[in-house]
């Protein structure tokens, strides 16, 4: 059972710490799994954080919001500050050295969940790193969500494809991404995929995270139960 397996070495429900990057120290919170569902399938969540250069971090509320979700289905879950934010050293790259960044993240993940599966998550920004880290990781990633992703403005699939299955998350009052052409993307993937979209939603979701929190629940049940 994942609730056995120790984060390093902490034992803690929640552990910041930091861990060596390609561009420094990256600062990271580790979540242990909750008694939930999936509490018995060997998977790890990280998740990614939106733009650095606009307050973005892995304590945004979207991202913690990812975190309880995977948390009460069993699933612990990794968090971590870009290259430039909080404690995490370096400096802002443009989704370059950010996904670098997130696959030192990864790499640590599979040394403390060697038999895990894994699943990666981001907001806007923080989802196109998610994306791109996705085709260099290929058959080691069993889950992807993207929400709010800003699909004009970085890159995401490759002709169509991921190599695992997605849930993409939008608002559709999203101030800051183009819906219509999130929407017209998603229809273009030829992948397992799901699309929820929230009507009154905005880019950050306010009044609807519980609403994210259920719906993405129930369809990482139907995958994975």
């Given amino acids: 059972m994942k609730s056995e397996v ?12 930091t861990l060596a990057g390609p561009a420094g120290a990256l600062e990271v919170v580790a979540t242990s799994a909750g008694a939930g569902a999936l509490a018995d399938e060997p998977l790890v969540a990280v998740i990614c954080h939106p733009h650095p250069l606009h307050g973005g971090s892995m304590d945004n509320k979207v991202v913690t919001t990812l975190v309880r979700t995977y948390r009460d289905l069993g699933i612990p879950s990794i968090r971590f500050n870009f290259r430039g934010v909080g404690a995490s050293e370096g400096v802002f790259d443009n989704a370059v050295g950010e996904v670098d960044d997130l696959m030192a993240v990864v790499d640590w993940a599979h040394q403390c969940y060697p038999q895990a599966g894994l699943l990666l998550a981001g907001f806007s920004f923080g989802s196109s790193v998610a994306a791109q880290a996705s085709h260099r990781l290929g058959g080691e990633l069993e889950h992807l969500v993207l929400v709010a992703p800003p699909v004009e403005r970085y890159s995401y699939d490759l002709g169509g494809v991921f190599p695992c299955p997605v849930v993409v998350i939008i608002g559709d009052q999203d101030e800051l991404v183009d819906v219509p052409g999130v929407v017209a993307w998603v229809d273009t993937l030829r992948v397992e995929k799901q699309l929820l979209r929230y009507p009154e939603a905005t880019h950050f979701f306010h009044g609807s995270l519980g609403l994210v929190k259920q719906d993405l629940a129930e369809l990482l049940l139907q995958e994975f139960e």
């Fill in 6 to 17: 120790k984060i390093g070495p902490f034992v803690e429900r929640e552990a910041r710490f």
